[in-house]
């Protein structure tokens, strides 16, 4: 079969089987009288094992040793394009969404899509300092997209560039709530405890009904965080997730502090004492435990809380009662 003949049957140009014919790939068995090349059934065949071994994206290098080498491995050939294509879409999918936040952020002029571009660049930047510095402009400056600010802020491992990151967030409002809240159900801790402590920052009230739902939340880490915000926010909610963190010693005078901020609202006062009260009634506890529910009562306001700190006053525990009969001097002074 001619050269013509094979070309318009497999598909493959003449100008690429004279290339193939250069390369050693596909030499013709036999030539005419004239000289003209002239293919076999095998030649044929051979043409089609090549064009199948391209589609998986091969080299014709890569082809050539496939067909000729004996001990050639496909299986690692394989391994290595899957690797390959991986990161092509990787890089692809990088880019759409590189694009895509370009667009979102609906640039006047070029102006705008370069201070765009460079903006995104520095939040992935390797430094730490142009990482903050893109945060703290993404404000002022070109507005970067939310998706971009949520994802790097879920991602930031720097605590100065990520409170950076929390308050260019803050300043978008709520835009950002939907991808935090996806945040708090990441299989990864670390960014679900950033996703916590961004929606806390946020001042509404669709954030407050997030935090909410976080005091449900399977990661303790999470519920601990939505307590001390929602504490902040005088959501009564919060009081038991505080009070666990006390009797746990975990950040126990953050709790404390929240505890108390609740407590200025005289319906809520009576209520975290008489919890209090109840921890500090089971005989179980530890001393250092009965403790700091002591202390977490120093800044609690009402009747029931001074009347439990003078039952303290006399507590078996010298420990506790001496910090009753502190307590009690303090608040008898003010």
């Known amino acids: 079969m001619l050269i013509g003949e094979v070309a318009r049957r497999s598909g493959v140009s003449a100008r690429m089987l004279r ?3 250069s390369l050693g790939l596909v030499r013709p068995t036999g030539r005419t009288e004239a000289g003209y090349r002239e293919y076999s059934s095998e030649d044929i065949r ?7 071994l391209r589609s998986l994206g091969l080299s014709l290098r890569e082809v050539g040793c496939a067909l000729d080498d004996p001990g050639f491995k496909p299986s690692e050939l394989v391994d290595d394009l899957i690797r390959q294509t991986q990161e092509r879409i990787a890089g692809e999918t990088a880019l759409l969404t590189r694009l895509r936040r370009i667009g979102a952020a609906e640039p006047a002029g070029w102006e705008d899509v370069l201070q765009s571009v460079a903006l995104l660049q520095a939040l992935g930047s390797e430094s730490a300092g142009k990482r903050q510095r893109a945060a703290l402009s993404s404000v002022e400056e070109v507005p970067v997209p939310v998706e971009a600010l949520v994802e790097a802020a879920l991602n930031e491992t720097d605590p100065n560039v990520a409170g950076a990151l929390r308050w260019a967030l803050a300043q978008s409002g709520d835009a950002g709530l ?3 809240a996806e945040g708090l159900g990441s299989p990864v801790a670390e ?3 950033r996703a916590v402590q961004s929606i806390a920052e946020l001042p509404n009230g669709e954030a407050t009904a997030l935090l ?5 939340n399977a990661d303790i880490v999470v519920r601990r965080y939505a307590a001390l915000a929602l504490g902040a926010r005088g959501v009564a909610t919060a009081v038991p997730t505080l009070i666990d963190m006390i009797v746990e010693e975990t950040n126990d005078a953050d709790a404390a502090d929240a505890l108390s901020a609740l407590a200025s609202d005289p319906t809520l006062a009576d209520q975290i004492a008489t919890r209090l009260i109840d921890c500090l009634s089971h005989g179980t506890m530890e001393s250092s435990v009965r403790r700091r529910l002591t202390q977490a009562l120093a800044d609690i306001p009402g009747i029931a809380t001074s009347r439990a700190l003078a039952d303290l006053s006399h507590d078996e525990d ?6 009753a009969t502190y307590i009690l001097t303090l608040r008898n002074v003010r």
């Open 19 to 21: 290339h193939y014919d």
């Open 46 to 52: 051979r043409i089609f094992h090549i064009e199948s």
């Open 178 to 180: 939907t991808l935090l």
């Open 191 to 193: 960014v679900r405890k």
């Open 212 to 216: 909410q739902d976080a005091l449900q």
């Open 318 to 323: 010298r420990a506790v009662a001496l910090t």
